[in-house]
């Protein structure tokens, strides 16, 4: 057999743990994994003598605008951010103008991302909502790999984005919640309560307080605490799969846990923001670092770790949302009026890898694989296609070097709303991606990703859920 690549003497995570050994991919699947120097012929060889071999990452969290909003970026050009920051596969959220609540709007996306090129894998969450209740179970049948909510209404002014993708009370959760148990995938909610949020936006605002400093304040913990606490509950009463998305206080995970322990379904994403920055960021860059939910205090980050070590936090998503610059601005005058979301798809996996070198967290390269990489694969239901290093599995890969800097750089992001990632600029990060490897092809080599030249424009393939839908 003659090989099409072969990733030779890098130091690969195979069986939860780092040897060095020689991968051989042929036909975008990895064909064997030899000890060093036994592989047969190969078309093309990368020598990783010295760097770490992983399994290519899963970014469980993203928003495309396409195509609602192409202007703050496409398929391709988030695409190729991700290709950038390691990341081989992306599951897309809703809120695309309009969410995908039905087969008919999911297979435009499909076709929209097709024609646009996107340049790493893709799946699709499903929108579920209280409006189309009776879609919910349909929608499944067509491969998406988990569904999105609000608990709010629409926002005033984006109706478009939201129809179908809210659940505006307890029962229409109830309800949505029930329909989404009968299909076993997972139902990812934006958990914060309204009702306190929505109070403390109107009093800040009728006492002119209207600052950056005043966005952190209107969204305290417990308006996340208080909805996780109630969304574990029905969780467990309607027997539906819960992914408790962008967790950002360590009261939501501790109940996580709890729930975990009782042998309930519950998945905890947390993303690297709420890991790395603190709410100071918002006094530095006014509504370029506004999030929901938002930043927190250094205490509250330093205890969030304790759930990232211990096992709590299942996988971390970049929530990378991009808006334009003007969008952003509006803040300056309202910092209620500005649009909440950081781009970061490019850094997601960078940011912890270099959290691994600097050693002040206690965080291994085993554990940020498992969550990067290995466990999004799993709890998606896209593994063993998708998260492990072994013959038969689809050859995505990335290479990287720990002993090697990078500094970021807005001006290098691939992402069209490149001009407002203002939160990480100048970061010295303690490691290099090298290369970004999509099925057996190099998408990203030592930094530069170029499609056209590459002929990895449209390269990416959608990815359907293997869990099997009852007919
Ligand atoms: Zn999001």
Not at 119 to 124: C, M, N, P, S, T
Not at 423 to 434: A, I, P, Q, S
Request: net charge negative; aromatic share 8%.
């Amino acid at each position: 057999m003659r090989l099409d690549l072969a990733v030779i003497n890098g130091l690969v995570y195979l069986d939860g743990m780092f040897r060095k050994a020689d991968i051989g991919i042929k036909d975008e699947k990895f064909a064997m994994i030899t000890e060093c120097g036994k592989l047969p012929e190969a078309e093309k060889v990368i020598d990783a003598e010295g760097k770490y071999v992983i399994p290519g990452g899963i970014d469980t969290h993203v928003h495309f605008r396409d195509p609602g909003h192409p202007e703050r970026g496409t398929f391709y050009t988030e695409s190729m951010a991700a290709a950038a920051g390691g990341t081989t596969t992306i599951l897309e959220h809703p809120i695309s103008s309009p969410p995908q609540y039905n087969k008919e709007i999911l297979d435009n996306r499909k076709k929209v991302a097709a024609e646009r090129g996107c340049i790493v894998d893709y799946a699709f969450y499903g929108a579920a909502g209280g409006q189309y209740p009776e879609e919910i179970t349909k929608i499944a049948k067509e491969g998406i790999v988990a569904y999105k909510s609000f608990l709010h209404q629409a926002p005033e002014g984006r109706e478009k984005e939201f129809v179908g993708l809210t659940m505006a009370n307890d029962y229409e959760i109830y309800v949505c919640m029930k329909e989404v148990a009968k299909t076993g995938l997972m139902l990812a909610s934006h958990a914060e309560n309204n009702d306190i949020i929505q109070g403390l936006i109107n009093k800040f605002r009728a006492e002119g307080k209207v600052g950056a400093e005043y966005h952190c304040p209107s969204r305290p913990p417990i308006a996340e605490y208080t909805t996780v606490q109630k969304l574990i509950t029905m969780a467990a009463d309607t027997g539906c799969v819960l992914e408790l998305a962008h967790i950002s206080t360590p009261e939501a995970m501790q109940m996580a846990k709890e729930a975990k322990a009782r042998g309930q379904k519950v998945f905890l994403e947390t993303c690297p923001h709420y890991l790395l920055l603190t709410e100071e960021e918002l006094i530095k860059h006014g509504p370029y670092a506004k999030c929901n939910p938002p930043l927190r205090t250094k205490e509250i980050v330093d205890k969030l770790w304790e759930y990232v070590l211990d096992g709590t936090v299942d996988f971390i998503g970049s929530d990378h949302g991009a808006f334009l610059p003007e969008e952003k601005d509006t803040g300056y005058e309202d910092i209620f009026k500005a649009p909440a979301g950081l781009i970061g798809i490019d850094l997601r996996l960078p940011l912890l890898l270099s959290e691994v070198a600097k050693g002040e967290r206690g965080i291994t390269l085993e554990r940020v694989v498992e969550l990067c990489c290995v466990n999004p694969a799993k709890a998606f239901n896209l593994y063993p296609k998708k998260g492990v290093i072994q013959p038969g599995s689809d050859a995505d890969l990335v290479i990287f070097d720990m002993n090697d800097k990078t500094v970021v750089d807005w001006r290098k992001n691939y992402s069209k709303s490149r001009e407002i990632a203002k939160v990480y600029d100048g970061w010295e990060l303690h490691c290099k991606l090298n290369q970004t490897i999509v099925r057996g092809k190099v998408v990203m080599n030592e930094g530069v990703v170029d499609p056209i030249a590459d002929g990895t424009k449209g390269w990416g393939k959608l990815v359907l859920s293997l869990l099997k839908q009852p007919e």
